[in-house]
């Protein structure tokens, strides 16, 4: 088991490197002169060339990319111009409230998508099994931010069930005191109700929305995975031992199909990481994913470079969690190695 | 005296194509109802901007913000400008910009994949390497981070989108150019004397492309999506050109006060075009290689 | 014959609706199994052997369809069993074994829990002794160091191995009735020995009725008290194994004898079986559907075949059988032939 964790994560490291590499490269790539994007557009030229000592852009490529790694290392990315808070330090500010809103989600997803699948396969053809195709089929057809649109259009302006999409929380309250950033655990730490429902409010419309947009990969996947689990060998063996309904579904045919739905998850969190900023955009949502789209529309591009680079490393270490969670449940990974 | 006419002359193996698309398309009439919603949008891609009722970018304050009606079929938008027009002229940038971002994801992963395939060793690893980079980030978060380098312009979000879809036509023409590479026609070609590049452009890459075609037509409804998102966050496209994601960014402020038809109906024109190439893409899966059924 | 048997199939007609048509696969399929006995259900490849099996079992594919017939295990007919029935009665009573013993486990659970899931849903184990029992049943299937196997993984045994495992669960709840679907195909040759030897020995102790399927006519020969011949869904020659290879009646029995290296007394003999199995598609299947690859075709081959009864000794479903080579007269009622 220790020896698949530790080969993964030596697979990782390349990963890790290009990551590295490509976001240096792009800042170095734009167009013109580096030193001007980076000293802002109301910037002398004296102040561009202070910039450009400053970041070393007058060095050669190879310096560049070594200074760069060695600020990496040491927790530096640089300093926006816009709030001239070093990125770091707002990136970590903000990745709970973009976490939170993720992973729950992600959680609301599977619990709908998996069961969805499971009932859609075990009775074909059935009107389960038609929804479950209508709704993997027309979910990947819809864009994200429109889903969010059209949810605080029917929930809010309609219906007036949640509240406007203003970000975290209701102007009148406060945030409960800082524990993990994500305002639901903490609310509940601090033993305040009605922070937690509060909270909880504001998340369900931007969640849900993250929600519909990776419903359909996920149900899709668990349903023809599991159809095809389903007329196996192995399930007809357990079918022919007698063994009951819940046993022959659940302990032996989902667990195996469980495998392939385990793998698409590192394909849903592309897409995930990705809707997130837009679902951020639509919501109002104060995560890391709005700031860099502000940093973008300011032409402040470290927090940008920042973003990216922060994203693909937790992307990265997902796909590795992701690996080991598989390495898990089939022990053929896992023994294998 | 022989009548040359009187033998029948074999079918073109286009005419052959075209019988076995229709026997498809009758299979499976939704296959045949995206092909022509297909059609239909490349027309109003094409013929939209001379048909549309009003020009898309002429203000009119007066009419600002009405709901749709029998003068604005969608309504108005903040600037008076009939959202109809607006979206039907955007058919054609959107389509541009998924066709282009699509030739030029075919091109670039095509022939690199390709080449990968067929002559392995450092041309395999090398690619290899690329596309495993590309893939480590979120390919949406990658696409923002290469259109804020670049610049912000329309050239810049299909150079985005293809690189972004790089990795899987690469890895598609690899494996079929991998399974012809020692293929009994590709000897043949090798031993008459034809170059390398003869070879992969002549014989190899008219094979792959049956299969490739299949995912075009999906990368080509993600490409919109992709051109939409990021319209939507503020690259790519800039006021006042008519996008259907810019659109939907302009309405957004008005959903919370219940002018629903700005955002709607861009919206629902991006819908309904990624839901044609995307039901078109499993049709024409069918049409290549029917045992990928799902 | 002695007492009620372990299993009687009568008359069972399965169907198949495919995209292409509708499949007669089996067409008034009849035999009986005795207690304790061996018998061997034999033919071609698509000839019925595994549907009768899966029908019996209730494991048919969905696109399958029993249009007719019974299947009585003691009291309770199979066919017109319910689920929550069949259920019961299946690993309890009537128990299957698989080709492809690999495929045929779960390949992420260890095989002592694969075996004490079917000890605790049929053997009345608790949960706490189910490992126990387990690793005992291991032991009688010959499994060396049972208590470690117990925690392995299919993939880390080998084929005999593993369909050692699948003997276990099967035989768990000691079931009176087990059917072993070509259960050697794909072991090398000592392995299938073994394993039919231990099939056996296990069979002779818990006193269980056998069904064995095969291709092979010369391993059924050797395995099994009586064989069941079958063609294209007929069941068209039901002896004890020594009358059926010195007696045969039926000419597509005579043709497989033939045709099977070990009963051939040289590779000249060797004969291939003229013709092929008919399309089972076809709404117009004869009544013998061996009638039209058959040598000794006549006439009256176009009348249906009257139905003989299940318990005879010796059976042939065939207007114009071999001349008897025994010269004792047989009962006129055990031949259908008139």
């Known amino acids: ?337 | 005296m022989t009548d040359i006419a009187a033998t029948p002359r074999p079918e073109s193996s286009l005419v052959a194509l075209l019988r076995h698309a229709r026997y498809v398309i009758g299979e499976n009439p939704v296959t045949g109802f995206a092909f022509a919603l297909f059609v239909l949008i490349a027309l109003a891609a094409v013929f939209g901007p001379h048909l549309v009722p009003y020009d898309p970018l002429a203000s009119d304050t007066v009419e600002s913000l009405k709901p749709p009606s029998l003068h604005h079929w969608f309504g108005t938008d903040q600037l008076g400008r009939d959202i109809f027009s607006r979206v039907v002229v955007a058919t054609r940038l959107d389509f541009f910009i998924a066709v282009a971002s699509v030739a030029l994801v075919f091109l670039m992963g095509g022939l690199a994949g390709v080449a990968a395939g067929f002559y392995g060793g450092w041309t395999d690893r090398i690619v290899g390497r690329i596309a495993d980079t590309i893939m480590a980030f979120p390919l949406f978060v990658l696409a923002m981070g290469i259109v804020a380098a670049l610049g912000n312009t329309v050239q810049n979000i299909i150079i985005a989108t293809a690189i972004v879809n790089f990795p899987l036509y690469a890895r598609i023409a690899r494996a079929e150019a991998n399974i012809r590479r020692d293929a009994g026609f590709v000897e043949a070609a090798r031993l008459s004397g034809n170059a390398d590049w003869r070879i992969l452009a002549l014989q190899i890459l008219p094979n792959v492309f049956p299969i490739l075609v299949v995912q075009m037509s999906l990368t080509m409804g993600y490409a919109i999506l992709n051109a939409a998102g990021l319209s939507f966050i503020g690259l790519g496209v800039r006021p006042p050109t008519p996008e259907w994601g810019i659109m939907v960014a302009e309405g957004a402020q008005f959903i919370v006060s219940g002018e629903w038809w700005n955002a709607f109906f861009p919206g629902a024109a991006l819908m309904v075009a990624v839901f044609c190439f995307n039901l078109l893409g499993d049709g024409l899966r069918d049409l290549v290689d029917p045992r990928r059924r799902t | 014959m002695m007492g009620a048997p372990a299993l009687s199939v009568e008359g069972l007609s399965v169907e198949f609706r495919t995209r292409s048509g509708v499949v007669r696969a089996l067409d008034n399929v009849s035999f009986s199994v005795a207690k304790g006995e061996t018998v061997a259900l034999v033919g071609e490849s698509g000839s019925g052997k595994s549907v009768t099996a899966y029908a019996v079992m209730g494991i048919l594919d969905p696109a399958g369809r029993i249009g007719a017939g019974r299947a009585m295990l003691g009291d309770l007919d199979l066919v017109a069993a319910t689920p929550k029935e069949l259920a019961n009665v299946r690993g309890r009573s009537i128990a299957m074994i698989f080709q492809n013993p690999r495929t045929a486990l779960n390949p992420i659970r260890p095989v002592g829990k694969q075996i004490g899931d079917v000890l605790m849903r049929h053997g009345h184990v608790s949960r706490r002794a189910a490992p126990a029992h387990a690793v005992e049943m291991l032991r009688a299937v010959g499994i060396t160091d049972p208590a470690r196997r117990a925690k392995a993984y299919p993939f880390e045994m080998s084929g005999g191995m593993c369909q050692r495992i699948m003997i276990a669960i099967a035989l768990a709840a000691k079931p009176s009735l087990l059917i072993a679907d070509e259960p050697t195909t794909g072991l090398d040759v000592t392995t299938q020995a073994v394993i039919m030897d231990l099939i056996n020995d296990l069979a002779k102790e818990l006193g269980m009725a056998t069904i064995f399927i095969t291709h092979d006519l010369a391993l059924a020969g050797q395995r099994s008290a009586r064989i069941v011949v079958m063609h294209a869904g007929h069941v068209v020659e039901n002896a004890p194994t020594a009358d059926l290879f010195a007696n045969p009646r039926h000419p597509y029995t005579a043709e497989l004898i033939a045709a099977t290296p070990d009963t051939a007394a040289s590779l000249d003999e060797l004969a291939a079986i003229p013709g092929s199995l008919p399309d089972l598609r076809r709404t117009d299947l004869p009544p013998c559907r061996y009638s039209e690859r058959c040598p000794r075709k006549i006439a009256g081959c176009a009348q249906p075949l009257p139905h003989a009864p299940p318990d005879a000794a010796h059976i042939a479903a065939c207007w114009n059988p071999l001349p008897d080579r025994t010269q004792r007269a047989m009962p006129a009622a055990t031949v259908s032939a008139a």
């Open chain 1, 1 to 337: 088991m220790l020896t698949m964790v530790l080969k993964r994560l030596a697979m990782a490291i390349p990963s890790l490197i290009g990551v590295v590499v490509v976001t240096f490269l792009l800042t170095r790539a734009l167009p013109g002169d580096p030193a001007v994007y980076f000293a802002g557009p109301a910037a002398t030229p004296q102040a561009i060339q202070e910039v450009r000592v400053k970041l070393g852009l007058d060095k050669p490529l190879i310096e560049q990319f070594g200074r760069y790694a060695v600020d990496l290392a040491h927790g530096n990315l640089g300093t926006s111009l816009t709030t001239g808070q070093p990125v770091a330090t707002e990136l970590r500010n903000r990745l709970p409230a973009s976490a939170e809103l993720t992973l729950l989600g992600l959680l609301v997803s599977i619990v709908i998508a998996v069961p969805l699948g499971i009932l859609a396969a075990t009775k074909p053809n059935s009107l389960v099994d038609q929804a479950c195709r209508v709704i993997s089929t027309a979910g990947v057809s819809l864009p994200v931010f429109f889903t969010g649109l059209i949810l605080v259009y029917v929930f809010y302006y309609l219906l007036g069930w949640a509240p406007a999409p203003l970000g975290r929380l209701d102007v009148f309250l406060s945030e409960p005191p800082h524990v993990t950033g994500f305002y639901l655990i903490d609310s509940l730490i601090a033993g305040d109700p009605e922070t937690f429902m509060a909270s909880l409010k504001q998340l369900i419309l931007p969640a849900l929305t993250l929600a519909i947009f990776s419903l359909a990969p996920i149900a899709r996947m668990t349903r023809a995975s599991m159809l095809a689990i389903l007329s196996s060998d192995l399930v007809r063996t357990a079918r022919a031992s007698g063994l009951s309904a819940y046993t022959v579904i659940i302990t032996y045919a989902f667990r195996n199909a469980m495998l392939p739905v385990i793998t698409t998850l590192g394909m849903v969190f592309s897409f995930l990481l990705g809707a997130n900023v837009l679902v951020e955009k639509v919501f109002a949502w104060p995560g890391i994913g709005s700031y860099a789209v502000e940093a973008l529309l300011a032409s402040d591009f470290a927090p940008v470079q920042g973003f990216v680079l922060t994203m693909a490393v937790m992307y990265v270490a997902l796909n590795l969690l992701i690996d080991i969670l598989y390495g898990l449940i089939d022990p053929r990974v896992r023994l294998d190695a």
